[in-house]
């Protein structure tokens, strides 16, 4: 597993990215967003759950070259997300 830059820059340590990949509530695929770069262009694996502090996160990855996880996004669940995380608890 490796972090892009953006990846922490909410503030989420990647320790506790860590936690919510490995022990997530929610996994699913989701199409990228309009953009240019190969990494814009890419599925994201959207991995919802908590943290080892029990705070709801969102983590967003694309895989890599040698399909292994760019974790590319993580913070506090927003609301765009809460009732597919709601629904499986």
Do not use: C, W
Request: charged share 40%.
């Amino acid at each position: 597993m490796r972090f892009a830059r953006s990846a922490t820059r909410h503030r989420i340590s990647k320790d506790r990215i860590r936690h919510v990949i490995a022990n997530y509530r929610v996994r699913f695929e989701e199409p990228p967003p309009d953009a240019d770069s190969a990494r814009a262009r890419s599925t994201r694996v959207v991995y919802l759950g908590d943290d080892n502090r029990r705070r709801a996160l969102e983590v967003m990855a694309v895989e890599g070259k040698h399909g292994e996880l760019l974790v590319i996004h993580a913070m506090e669940l927003r609301d765009k997300y809460r009732k597919r995380y709601e629904d499986q608890k």
